[in-house]
């Protein structure tokens, strides 16, 4: 399995980052529900927490507050890459539906 390495993560817009794998890959990844059910989570309801998103070392991972341990907020390259992933192929997906015409 293709270990992913993460070459930038940047805030979009809260609660929104984009992901850009070294690979070229690149993808938004939306945090509105994982603020809203989770515990772990919940810090990142504040948006001045969200924008210090950073990738972590060697570029294995991005998250919030790295430095502080017990307290962290991180996400693992390769399990976001697969999440990203999924998510673009079911957008593409929809759109291809949509796209049909009404004789298929």
Not at 88 to 100: H, I, K, L
Request: charged share 35%; proline share 4%; glycine share 6%.
């Amino acid at each position: 399995m293709k270990a992913y390495r993460i070459a930038t993560v940047d805030m979009v817009r809260h609660p929104v980052v984009r992901v850009r794998y070294d690979d070229g890959f690149e993808e938004e990844m939306d945090f509105s529900e994982h603020i809203e059910t989770g515990d772990l989570f919940a810090p990142l309801f504040d948006p001045a927490l969200f924008a210090t998103v950073t990738v972590g070392p060697s570029g294995r991972s991005f998250g919030w507050r790295l430095s502080e341990a017990g307290r962290e907020i991180d996400l693992c390259a390769d399990g976001v890459r697969s999440a990203l992933e999924e998510q673009r192929v079911r957008r593409m997906a929809d759109t291809y539906r949509q796209r049909r015409s009404a004789a298929e």
